[in-house]
């Protein structure tokens, strides 16, 4: 899927490669190739890069999830070396006022919407990844 979405392998370490990651162009392309057969529609890329804007866009992704649409989202945050660093997970369900996220690291874990509206998404991922910076929205 990296390739697909125009990822690549810069990072070589003694286990692998590890892939270098995908755009958010690669990321929309990724989406609708994969998800869209399966939700029956297209995905837009809309940047979250404020608490208002995650708050903003809490009623569409509780819309999709309730239709049966996962939002994939992008976090971001630093690494060690101050340098920005990214993950890709799924949002796929809402109760209340959680959100179920897929990590494809392995883990589906319940954070609240002030976690995801205030920078707090580590819990899903890592403590380095604490900002929702986009989501891929289904199109109407």
């Known amino acids: 899927m990296h390739e697909e979405g125009d990822g690549d392998n810069e990072y070589d370490f003694p286990f692998g490669s590890t892939p270098d990651g995908m755009d958010n162009d690669g990321k929309t392309t990724v989406a609708n190739k994969e ?3 399966h ?6 890329f809309q940047e979250t890069r404020s608490a208002d804007a995650r708050r903003d866009v809490l009623p569409d992704i509780e819309k999709a999830v309730a239709e049966g649409k996962p939002v994939p989202i992008g976090v ?9 660093a990214g993950h890709s997970m799924m949002i796929v ?9 897929y990590n494809p690291w392995g883990t589906t874990t319940w954070v609240s919407e002030d976690d995801f509206v205030n920078g707090q998404m580590g819990k899903a991922s ?3 990844l604490p900002d929702a910076y986009a989501v891929h929205l289904p199109a109407e």
């Open 35 to 37: 998800i869209s057969p």
């Open 93 to 101: 369900g809402q109760e209340g006022n959680m959100l179920q996220i």
């Open 126 to 128: 890592d403590k380095d």
């Open 76 to 84: 971001e945050g630093t690494d060690a070396n101050g340098d920005r």
């Open 39 to 44: 939700t029956g529609s297209e995905y837009e």
